[in-house]
């Protein structure tokens, strides 16, 4: 599921709950923890519909818009017994494992599975010098660029607006 109502919660339940074996509830990382409301709902849902099997949540950075999201959300994810969590930077590490509203089974910090890809062999001609990805959206850092060489050619986007030619094999 990728949002709220996506309908899948049922089937993936009955599907749950008609195996004997143990099985660990997966959620998705790669967003983050709560100040975009719909990714805090979908994961409250998920803890609600799963309540006796482990939960484990991928790599997220936790960023709450003010106190009362980050404990009316706590109070939801306290209601399951066996929660994991996995965080990608020391700062959201440390927002859970010290705000002490949080009980959790387990809280790791680890890689991001996107940082583990590795060297990538390009398929086509680099068309820059430069390509800068730079978020737009809410979890953006703001920051400045750099100058950069005026004989490099450069271009800055967004990740989500990047594409990439597909190369020749």
């Given at each position: 599921c990728s949002d709220i109502n996506c309908g899948k919660f049922e089937e993936a339940k009955e599907?749950?709950?008609?195996?004997?074996?143990?099985?660990?509830?997966?959620?998705?990382?790669?967003?983050?923890?709560?100040?975009?409301?719909?990714?805090?709902?979908?994961?409250?849902?998920?803890?609600?519909?799963?309540?006796?099997?482990d939960v484990l949540v991928f790599p997220q950075s936790v960023k709450f818009d003010d106190k009362?999201?980050?404990?009316?959300?706590?109070?939801?994810m306290n209601m399951h017994p066996n929660v994991t969590?996995?965080?990608?930077d020391h700062q959201s590490y440390e927002i859970i494992v010290n705000s002490g509203i949080f009980r959790y089974n387990n809280a790791v910090l680890c890689p991001d599975a996107?940082?583990?890809?590795?060297?990538?062999q390009p398929t086509t001609i680099p068309t820059h010098d430069v390509v800068w990805l730079k978020r737009k959206d809410?979890?953006?850092l703001y920051s400045e660029l750099p100058t950069f060489p005026r004989n490099l050619?450069?271009?800055?986007e967004d990740w989500v607006d990047t594409r990439t030619p597909k190369g020749q094999n």
């Open positions: 599907v749950v709950n008609n195996v004997s074996e143990p099985v660990v509830v997966l959620a998705s990382g790669g967003g983050n923890f709560c100040n975009w409301i719909s990714g805090c709902a979908l994961r409250e849902k998920l803890i609600q519909a799963f309540p006796d099997r009362q999201q980050m404990e009316t959300h706590a109070d939801i969590y996995l965080f990608r996107a940082m583990q890809i590795g060297m990538i809410k979890e953006s050619t450069t271009v800055v």
